[in-house]
């Protein structure tokens, strides 16, 4: 009889076993399903497109301690009780359950549970339910927690209520279900679970439990990619096939084979023999030769790609379009220039290629090329000059042509024809060679003048910067500037004088004009021509300079001013009156003072007026850093009153007495300020 073989551990099973002895891997449901022709065959798998999460069943829990050690490929006992287990006979067969020896209870006494459901199946859409025994052999009221010793993960443990009354007996409901959302392969798995008593963690039942996932889903499903296929003038190709397998939780494996309805096409399958595993895609790849049809017709076929297995074929169909060109028929030769347009500037020779297309011809043909202009003022070389145009395929040389230069600034266009002959027929290709001579490199650039207005006031020197522009230009501009004014009477000097301006770049001047001043008190305005020339061409550009005559009221002013304060100090620090010394009366003024009249205070002003009036000779002085005089005037006018008011406060209080010339000094002082100040208002 013919015997499984495990792929997951190499055990050999029987013919009919669908689960390892060993490690419980599935081996095949059904017949069919996972098999071909009868036979677990090892497929390849090429390539995994795309896969579903899967839960892949957990390392095996270690023998409990009473499992015998020389069997370690039978699965874990299923428990009844909570005592050690027997192992079980065939097929996981329970042994009865032996009656426990009869004692006194205990408080401390671990709960007795016997497993009425140890072999359980489950499913996404059915739970498996355990059926638990329990009995309080304690002196207490206890509950109990049902735990999953190292569930796998795509496991959902729902405990019932246990809670017993001393020596109480009950069967409760463990459901155990499959997580939703995951794709578990089928498998067969020894579970362990634990009844703890809650009042005391250490009084516990270990139980055992055999949970089978069965098999389930559909066939795997096979697609063509492409499903429609041309070929033009060709009898091999390839297409791939997606073979569908996430709607089982078990592996398929299925060979593959093609037909065609003539058995003409003959085909090529990488690999032969696919194992698919469960919720996966796995792509294999086809390559088939398929005779083509007869020249310039079209063949359609009708490709069935099968994927067999015990359970038959699945198919998927190609449709195949071959066309062919029809008998060839040979075109004359053409040619071509690329480009066929040549522009040259300031140079004389120009490259080009020509192309000599063969590739409507069947055979080789040796050609000659020369070339020719109508008026005969072009020279051409080639290379090669004669070659052979293969068939099939454009062949390329290399052309030049060359002409003289045109006068500069002007431009010349001659047309060309290149023929290339192979004895008994030309075929000829037409170009234009468009060539230009630059103008003189001056006559690109341009001359800028900064500033173009400029007031230097009175004094007699202004200064300009002068910029050369060649960036347009393709030569460099060599260039001497010169300048003149509308009144030749400005003079300009450059620094330097002279400029090489490369192509592509500005190039800086400096020029600085000295001038006359004009006349007394006028403005003139001088209009300047610069200009920058290379020996023939000139570039031309203008200026202002504006200038003021310098006006000579200004030092006089100050001259004025400055006198006009000496002389207020000079007058402050002198007699005021005759026969009586500065800064004090005299004890005769007191006393004729006194018999005139009671004593009057106010000649102790005296002293006072003579300290203001030196501060404002200072400040008329200092009034010369104003713009227009005007606080020189102020002070001056100050003076001039303080000091004559004092006069009148005398002749009224009592008399005056013969003046002195420190007065005079400082009415002089102020006058000569007044008119200083005036005179710098003048002059703004």
Known sequence: MAERICETCGTRNDAEARFCVNCDSYLGWDVGRSTLDGDALTGTIPKIVQSVPTAVPDPQPA??????????????????????????????????????????????DPPTVTVA??????????????ELLIENTSTIVDGYEIDAVDPPAWLELTPPDAHLMPGEARTVTLSLAIRPGVLVLAQRRPLTFTVRSLEDPERMATIHVLATVPPRGARLAIEARPM??????????SFSLRLDNRGANFPQTVGLSGEDPESVVRFTFTPQVVEVPAGAIVEASVDFVAPPPAPGAQLNRQLTISATNDEG????????????AAEPVDAPLRMQLQPSTLRLLDAQDADFDVNVDNRGGHTPVTVTLTGADPEQRLAFAFAPVRFVAVAGHITRAHGRVRANLPARGTSASHPFTVVASDGTTDVEAAGVLEISSSAAAITTASLSVNPQRQDIGTHGKGTFGVDVDNRRGAEAVQVAFSARSDDGQARATFAPPQLVVPPGTTGHTWMTVTAPHPPHNGTVVRRLEISASDGT????????????????????SVWLVILGAVLVVIGTLSPWFAQFEPLLPAVELVRMLVQSSSLDPGLIVEPALRLLLFILAITMAFGLNGKSG??????????????????????????????????????LGAVLGYVGGVLARSRD
């Open 63 to 108: 023998p409990v301690a009473s499992q015998p050690a020389e069997s370690p490929a039978e699965p874990p006992p299923v428990a009844p009780t909570s005592t050690p287990p027997t192992p079980p006979a065939a097929e996981h067969a329970p042994q009865p359950e032996q009656e426990p020896p009869r004692r006194k209870p205990a408080r401390h």
């Open 117 to 130: 459901t140890p072999d359980v199946a489950l499913t996404p859409e059915a739970p498996a339910r355990i």
């Open 228 to 237: 429609l296929i041309r070929l033009e003038d060709a009898a091999t190709g």
């Open 313 to 324: 074929p699945v198919t998927a169909t190609v449709t195949l379009v071959q066309q062919t």
């Open 537 to 556: 061409q000139q570039l031309v550009g203008n200026a202002e300079l504006t200038q003021t005559a310098p006006s000579r009221r200004g030092p006089l």
């Open 630 to 667: 005007g606080l020189t005037r102020k002070s001056a006018i100050l003076i001039v009153l303080l000091s004559a008011g004092f006069l009148v406060f005398l002749a009224i209080a009592a008399f005056v007495p013969q003046l002195a010339f420190g007065i005079v000094l400082v009415w």
